[in-house]
T-cell receptor
């Protein structure tokens, strides 16, 4: 099955700075890569996703980049705000016939005001 | 709210006991997936139910079992509880068997003592 590694496990940034979280995956057939944000005591929420037919996707302050050759993808958050503080999970899957996501171990992001 | 709801929110059980967790899927969703999230880890896939049938299973022993009802709500049953079963149990619903569009519930925090 797929194996997803995520780094760093913790990340602290000053408010207004950028944050980057990186994930690598093992199965070259994986073609869907979502990112989830989980605030303390709350449900994981999808914040952005990317499919393998594009290299980058952006939604306001959040962007995701994908390098299929290297089998890694990254989440970029610009102009960070205290409300960005949460645990972020990446995931990967080959969509055809898939019934589950393979998650990374998470990154705890703290934005210092 | 028409999102995914889980009950109970917290539960304490003794080793060897049995537990049933419940999940109501989001309106319009007929697929429910269950995940186990140990402390500091990403969610791990337990199994998925689609139209009342099990549709895929992760690396969990048979003492983890489930059901899906005609209204697409679902139960996760765990027999012979072990200390390592202590975790946050998340269910996610989706329409059809699509991987994208997962909507997670807030989870049930199970503590086994």
């Amino acid at each position: 099955g797929e194996n997803v590694e995520q780094h760093p496990s913790t990340l602290s940034v000053q408010e207004g700075d950028s944050a980057v979280i990186k994930c690598t995956y093992s199965d070259s057939a994986s073609n869907y890569f979502p990112w989830y944000k989980q605030e303390l005591g709350k449900r994981p929420q999808l914040i952005i996703d990317i499919r393998s037919n594009v290299g980058e996707k952006k939604d306001q302050r959040i962007a995701v980049t994908l390098n299929k050759t290297a089998k890694h993808f990254s989440l970029h958050i610009t102009e960070t705000q205290p409300e960005d503080s949460a645990v972020y999970f990446c995931a990967a899957v080959k969509m055809a016939g898939a019934n589950n996501l393979f998650f990374g171990t998470g990154t705890r992001l703290t934005v210092i005001p | 709210e028409t999102g995914v709801t889980q009950s109970p929110t917290h539960l304490i059980k003794t080793r060897g006991q049995q537990v049933t967790l419940r999940c109501s899927s989001q309106s319009g969703h007929n697929t429910v997936s269950w995940y186990q999230q140990a402390l500091g880890q990403g969610p791990q896939f337990i199994f998925q139910y689609y139209r009342e049938e099990e549709n895929g299973r992760g690396n969990f022993p048979p003492r983890f079992s489930g059901l899906q009802f005609p209204n697409y709500s679902s139960e996760l049953n765990v027999n012979a509880l072990e200390l390592d079963d202590s975790a946050l149990y998340l269910c996610a619903s989706s329409a059809g068997q699509e991987i994208y569009g997962y909507t997670f519930g807030s989870g049930t925090r199970l503590t086994v003592v």
